[in-house]
């Protein structure tokens, strides 16, 4: 992995055991390049050239989706998202947990002076990571059935800017930020990351293997597009 640039893109250059050449806009805005090992540099800059305008247009796109940057506050009151829904906030005292979901509320352990504790976001990180541990590998047993695979390790985890990663050992990796959609997009995410077990790349083949087991999969596509900047603590 290497930072480039071409011209005026910027760009981070990925060479991996692939066949085909892949270019993505990444969830923070910056673009990747995804080759095989031994793709010259100048074919490289040949597809980046080719892909010019719909790198210009996926930047632009996540400019405008990306603007209203969302900050939480942890006080009362707040609303925080789980499973698609927005639950309030309210600091208690004498609670024997950091966070609970109690009669629709996030009940989180405030300090002896009645504040949330300084270490809030990474107790709702937490929250979040056991709850996904909890709901998804029974979730990608429902679906490897379905699209006709076999998963060897699931794990849920700090990802940076991908929702889901899988290996070609069949290890699945899901951001715990996923929690905070609804179960439909986490569904979707799953099917996604299954689908790659047989076909790596986003070719039109990969597309329908989704299809086949989500026929409605570009409605949650375009969901997690447009929303999932407010999937934030």
Same mark, same amino acid.
């Given at each position: 992995?290497?930072? !480039? ?22 969830? +923070? ?6 080759? $095989? !090992? ?5 074919? &490289?800059? #040949? ?6 305008? /719909? &790198? ?5 796109? /996540? ?5 209203? #940057? ?22 208690? *005292? ?5 966070? @609970? ?11 002896? +002076?009645? *504040?949330?504790?300084? +270490?809030?976001?990474?107790?709702? @990180? *937490? ?6 541990? @909890? ?10 059935? #379905? ?5 060897? #390790? ?14 070609? !050992? ?11 959609? $609804?179960?439909?997009?986490? +569904? ?10 047989? !076909? ?11 299809? @086949? ?21």
């Amino acid at each position: 992995m290497s930072s !480039q640039v071409y011209k005026d893109i910027e760009y981070t250059l990925i060479r991996s055991p692939r066949k085909t050449a892949s270019i993505y806009i990444e969830r +923070d805005g910056t673009v990747s390049v995804r080759v $095989p !090992q031994t793709l010259e540099q100048t074919k &490289i800059e #040949q597809i980046i050239e080719g892909k010019r305008a /719909w &790198i210009y247009k996926g930047l632009a796109e /996540w400019e405008t989706l990306n603007t209203p #940057q969302i900050k939480r506050e942890f006080v009362n009151g707040e609303g925080f998202l789980y499973l698609g829904r927005t639950y309030r906030l309210k600091l208690v *005292q004498g609670q024997n947990s950091p966070l @609970k979901l109690k009669q629709g509320y996030f009940c989180l352990q405030a300090t002896p +002076d009645g *504040q949330a504790p300084t +270490d809030s976001p990474a107790i709702f @990180k *937490q929250f979040y990571r056991a709850k996904g541990l @909890k709901r998804i590998p029974p979730r990608v047993a429902f679906y490897e059935q #379905q699209v006709g695979v076999t998963v060897n #390790q699931i794990r849920v985890m700090e990802l940076q800017n991908r929702w889901a990663s899988c290996s070609a !050992q069949a290890n699945l990796n899901f951001h715990w930020k996923l929690m905070m959609a $609804p179960s439909i997009i986490i +569904d979707y995410i799953i099917i996604h990351e299954l689908a790659h077990l047989l !076909q790596p790349n986003h070719t039109a083949a990969f597309w329908h293997e989704i299809e @086949k087991v989500m026929p409605d999969y570009r409605r949650h596509e375009a969901w997690l597009k447009e929303n999932g900047v407010r999937l934030v603590v």
